[in-house]
């Protein structure tokens, strides 16, 4: 879907003349060395790039000055081997626009106890140059991720992989766009938000097309392109009965698919990298979009329903972020509950609409009634979700900020039939425990939509919204209610201050 490998990070050494020319060479051969590690590191997704010593004010302002203009180049990590005296870093960092990895390394793992003399000091001074370097980044109060460990640890390539999917997901939403057709659900509050805001802080421009404009290109799919689709349909899932050629619901099939082809098509006319829609506003289409959005989140596209903008710009990112990881990301609604004391655990789905990503074996592709739209039974894929660690996510408009939501949850494999759910479902226990879990996202104003993922950690996302520039607030396995609820007053303080 995404080729994380089309993207790189620069990294940059920094340094000073001080030093003369051998020590300088030095410090030029061990970047060089470190910077074609972590590029065949498997565990980094895109390519890294050497960049040369920076080594005085001029330099450093250059190569932030070229990141931000070279539109592959998602982030810098930047390491000081030597001191590099950091008012030289101030003019560069002012302008930097890529998000900035600091990783505190050195080159040499462990002390060469026997051998060590002043030489050796004089080269491997990144204990304490790149205390320099922080304070400055700290002292221009700049987001950055710092990752500590010698550049060979396997630790330190997971941080670095969780930081780059991180930058590649910001870097995707630069310049994007999204189209909503039709408006938001009629008195919907938390799916809305403010939209020019959005596109200020993330980048991503949300416009509208009336469902007329949608109609007509869905009106001229071709028979022969319809028929290819069902193809598809019929080798990826299992068709009941009533669908399959001659059955008594085969033209709804055909619809359907029209449908999915009428998106897909506007879609990429616009180059848009995500939708919404609304159940509210379906004019002159025969069926809500079920197997249709259901479809195009797995070929990559951000979605969410009833106008929800905001989570369908998420599950995009997340897509990118999770670019290449097994297990997937959906579009997800805290349904309801089984509040068994022994067992609780909530059950997630949406009307229609869960990415066929998640899924746990071949979808069965279905077509029941839907009680609201006021339209023709809608298809759809239905399956079940694998157990194990996952997360949700929402990002939500408080008024005065955006604030991203997550919550760790531990998913549970089906332990019941359930043969008159029509729709695609996922059951998990949040953590720490279902009372703390559901009570402090509710006190956050965390939406009934999200964003599922099955391969994502908490920390992309704290990444994510560190690059954004916004609130992070997790609710995970440690996570008390008193000390959550302090959290959110303080957190509320702080961006009325730091604004
Ligand atoms: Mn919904």
Redesign the pocket.
Known sequence: MIDLKEFEVWFVTGSQHLYGEETLKKVAEHSTIIAASLNDAKQIPVRVVFKPTVKSTEEIYSICEQANTTKNCIGIIAWMHTFSPAKMWIGGLKIMQKPLCHLHTQFNRDIPWNDIDMDFMNLNQSAHGDREFGFMVSRMRKNRKVVVGHWQDPEVLEELNTWTRAAAGWNDWQGAKFVRFGDNMRLVAVTDGDKVEAEYKFGYAVNTHGIGDLVQVINQASDAAIDALIEEYERAYTLVPSLQKGGAQYSSLRDAAKIEIGLRTFLEAGNYKGFTDTFEDLHGMTQLPGIAAQRLMASGYGFA??G?WKTSALVRAMKVMGSGLPGGNSFM?DYTYHFDPANPMVLGS??LEICPSIADGKPSCQIHPLGIGGKADPVRLVFNSAAGPALNASLIDMGNRFRLLVNEVEAVAPFHDLPKLPVARVLWKPYPDMKTGCAAWILAGGA??TGYSQNLTATHLQDFADMAGIEFTLIGKNTSLFQFKNELRWNEVYYQINK
């Open positions: 329903g009833e929800d609604e949406h009307m009934h939509h």
